[in-house]
């Protein structure tokens, strides 16, 4: 992980040892507990980035190249934009709810509340992305037909072959992120516990 992080389990190690324990050691891990949040936030700023450029890029290129026509892809474009914009409005309200962490509140009530936003991130990357993907692909599907009036044969194979490498690489990526935002968090939630711990 990142140095930060390191800093706080060496001072944790650290102030184990000393007896009674030290304020400004609370204070310092704290503090950089404060810092490893703020790096969470930055992951769901861009996140936030990334989805209203896939966004935008889908709305311009309807806009300004397919004009779909039929029902059958208007509701494909709308699984597709709506997926995306309820995601982007799920990171906007993420973002909220770890500012309403309150590190004033004791160890234990902090956290809790660590603990309770580690759940709720966890459902956001389990059932609910896997929700938003599938009706991603579904939307795409549906693009199809209409597709393949004003495409030749060879072309629509490769729209539909593409989507495969496009799949994993969209996947691998969605899973790396998950797993370092679960990390940092799983992290801070073990600092807090030890300073629980401690408290007691």
Not at 41 to 67: E, S
Request: no cysteine; aromatic share 10%.
């Amino acid at each position: 992980m990142s140095k930060d992080f390191d800093d706080i389990k060496n001072k944790w190690q650290q102030s184990k040892k000393e007896q009674p324990a030290s304020k400004v050691s609370a204070v310092e891990l704290i503090e950089l507990s404060k810092k490893k949040m703020r790096s969470v936030v930055n992951m769901h700023l861009a996140n936030i980035g990334i989805l209203i450029i896939t966004l935008i890029g889908i709305v311009a290129f309807i806009v300004y190249v397919a004009r779909f026509q039929e029902t059958l892809s208007h509701v494909g474009v709308s699984l597709m934009l709506g997926g995306l914009a309820i995601r982007i409005l799920i990171e906007g309200y993420s973002i909220y709810a770890s500012s309403t962490i309150d590190l004033s509140k004791s160890a234990k009530e902090v956290n809790e509340q660590y603990l309770g936003f580690y759940n709720y991130r966890k459902r956001i990357h389990g059932p609910v992305t896997i929700t938003i993907l599938v009706l991603y692909v579904i939307g795409y599907f549906l693009l199809l037909p209409e597709f393949n009036v004003y495409l030749s044969d060879t072309m629509m194979i490769f729209i539909t072959i593409s989507l495969i490498p496009a799949a994993f690489i969209v996947g691998y990526s969605i899973k790396k992120g998950i797993k370092k935002e679960m990390g940092v968090l799983s992290e801070l939630i073990d600092t807090r516990e030890s300073l629980t711990v401690k408290e007691i």
